[in-house]
Nanobody, 115 residues
Framework: QVQVVESGGGLVQPGGSLRLSCAAS????????MGWYRQAPGAQRERVAR???????NYADSVKDRFTITRDNAKNTIYLQMNSLKPEDTAVYYC?????????WGQGTQVTVSA
């Protein structure tokens, strides 16, 4: 079994920053792509950013130049540095890990951007 746990959410003012972390543990031989998704109230879950094992990244247009995803393969951990946060970034942020042959989700961490 594989566990995926996020941390680092919270309340921040517009223009502020937060750093999310996601650690995978359990029966892991290798983790392929990992990523961050978010879901705002009443909206569908959307992909925010993802990173391959080799470090290639991909971002949603709405977060480009503000968010940065990084990865530490030795720790089976990814991070999401979020800068210049906007109220529309408010959502529950979920971590996703593709651990062959399955894929796993974390429970989510709330990010609220409000004055």
């Amino acid at each position: 079994q594989v566990q995926v746990v996020e941390s680092g959410g919270g309340l921040v003012q517009p223009g502020g920053s937060l750093r999310l972390s996601c650690a995978a543990s359990g029966r892991i031989f290798v983790i392929n792509t990992m990523g961050w998704y978010r879901q705002a109230p009443g909206a569908q879950r959307e992909r925010v950013a993802r990173i391959t094992r080799s470090g290639s990244t991909n971002y949603a247009d709405s977060v480009k130049d503000r968010f940065t995803i990084t990865r530490d393969n030795a720790k089976n951990t990814i991070y999401l540095q979020m800068n210049s946060l906007k109220p529309e970034d408010t959502a529950v942020y979920y971590c996703h890990a593709f651990v062959p042959p399955g894929e796993y989700w974390g429970q989510g961490t709330q990010v609220t951007v409000s004055a």
